[in-house]
């Protein structure tokens, strides 16, 4: 299996290997990305709604703060 592997690869062309490499680093970069993503939209949500709650609530009713 790596043997037919690796025979690809060489008989590939520069510009092929080059393209190869280059989708797999912008399937890394994607990974990365969705990861930061999928941790910071929920605190951003969170923070948002805290927020929010702050403005419209709290800041209106002081008594509430006591």
Do not use: H
């Not at 060489?10 to 989708?23: F, S």
């Not at 990974?31 to 403005?55: D, E, H, M, S």
């Amino acid at each position: 299996m790596i043997e037919k592997i690796t025979n690809y690869w060489q008989d590939l062309t520069d510009d092929n290997r080059l393209l190869i490499k280059q989708v797999g680093v912008a399937a890394i970069a994607l990974y990365v990305v969705f990861q930061l993503v999928g941790l910071l939209l929920p605190i951003a949500i969170t923070g948002y709604a805290c927020y929010w709650v702050y403005k419209s609530v709290l800041t209106e009713n002081p008594r509430v703060m006591k």
